[in-house]
């Protein structure tokens, strides 16, 4: 299993990602030409892992403020700690991997700069798949 699934697994979004969408019922024939299911509401762009119209996102911040309890973890802005605070490998080498995962272009031996761009990618990949997540973390 990939990195960034666990990761939406743990936040209760594993459930409603990509096999949701696929697993829709064909609409009805009307008589009219099928429909090819790559557009959504009003004609929007939707993507496999787009939340199902109707279904309440998930608050990121919320679950992981109350999975923070007492301990010293700055999810908000550390990769490491947010993979620490869902119990999943914060190694460099997971690290890396993830970052093959969402498809990173730097040298992953700027960690520095690899967690940064991890972190921000990761908060814009939970909104896509149904997470709520504070504006502040998608900039």
Known sequence: MSLF???????GLGS??????????APQNTGTAPTTGTTGTAGAPQ???AAPAGMSQVDVAQHLDSLSG???LNWRTSIVDLLKL???DS?????????TELHYT????????????LHAQVMKKLAENGGKVPADLLN
């Open 70 to 72: 007492a301990q010293q």
């Open 106 to 117: 730097g040298s992953t031996d700027d960690s520095a700069a690899m967690n940064t761009w």
């Open 91 to 99: 190694s460099l080498a997971s690290r890396k991997e993830l970052a």
């Open 5 to 11: 699934r666990s990761i939406l697994e743990k936040l």
């Open 47 to 49: 993507t496999s892992g």
């Open 16 to 25: 409603h990602a990509a096999p949701s969408a696929e697993a829709a019922p």
């Open 86 to 88: 869902l119990g999943l």
